[in-house]
T-cell receptor, first 116, second 115 residues
Framework: AQKVTQAQTEISVVEKEDVTLDCVYE???????LFWYKQPPSGELVFLIR??????QNEISGRYSWNFQKSTSSFNFTITASQVVDSAVYFC?????????????FGAGTRLFVKA | DVKVTQSSRYLVKRTGEKVFLECVQD?????MFWYRQDPGLGLRLIYF?????MKEKGDIPEGYSVSREKKERFSLILESASTNQTSMYLC????WGGGAANEQFFGPGTRLTVL
């Protein structure tokens, strides 16, 4: 069965610190997709990144970077030089093939507080 | 930009009432989803739909039903609302990706309180 674990419920950092949000997943499929979403205080979830199971290349986008390691079933997210605007709840998600399409399971989320 | 709209931001209903939550997307997406979000539990999938008139149960379908008569609209129905259905309900849509899972676009959510 698929499962996504975000062990960190809340993280608090001071602005300009680096912070890593952990995500560990479980799946029996060889083809799957991993996602990160951001939910700012306004409430609407916003897509950040998608990775497929065949592409373990790490990705960097500005201050954001993602480390995908199949050997440890992890897809961790790092924010470098955090800013107050990064304060949000971050969700990791796993999509697996299901009848007719893909079914997505979300982790419980990590609430990040960035203090000025 | 993809836009997913939900009929209400806040809704208060009484136990036993039938409740309709509406979701509309304007980008011709094939896939639509209903989730509920509760503190400490993240998002849990209630129902999803890959096409008009098609529906699939998610992880917590009990007490809910859905309707998708048109491609752009996906309705969540609480047949007889109960207090344990008090939650934030999120609708999402995504483009059918063939052999791939695409990102989902979310609506602003409906915070439902059942008294």
């Amino acid at each position: 069965a698929q499962k996504v674990t975000q062990a960190q419920t809340e993280i608090s950092v001071v602005e300009k610190e680096d912070v890593t949000l952990d995500c560990v997943y479980e799946t029996r499929d060889t083809t799957y997709y991993l996602f990160w979403y951001k939910q700012p205080p306004s409430g609407e979830l916003v897509f950040l990144i998608r990775r497929n199971s065949f592409d373990e290349q790490n990705e960097i986008s500005g201050r954001y970077s993602w480390n995908f390691q199949k050997s440890t079933s992890s897809f961790n997210f790092t924010i470098t030089a955090s800013q107050v605007v990064d304060s949000a709840v971050y969700f990791c998600a796993l999509s697996e093939k299901d009848t007719g399409g893909f079914k997505t399971i979300f982790g419980a989320g990590t609430r990040l507080f960035v203090k000025a | 930009d993809v836009k997913v709209t939900q009929s209400s931001r806040y809704l208060v209903k009484r136990t036993g009432e039938k409740v309709f939550l509406e979701c509309v997307q304007d980008m011709d997406h094939e896939n639509m989803f209903w989730y509920r979000q509760d503190p400490g539990l993240g998002l849990r999938l209630i129902y999803f739909s890959y096409d008009v008139k098609m529906k699939e149960k998610g992880d917590i379908p009990e007490g809910y039903s859905v309707s998708r008569e048109k491609k752009e609209r996906f309705s969540l129905i609480l047949e007889s609302a109960s207090t344990n259905q008090t939650s934030m309900y999120l609708c999402a849509s995504s483009l059918w990706g063939g052999g791939a899972a695409n990102e989902q676009f979310f609506g602003p959510g409906t915070r439902l309180t059942v008294l």
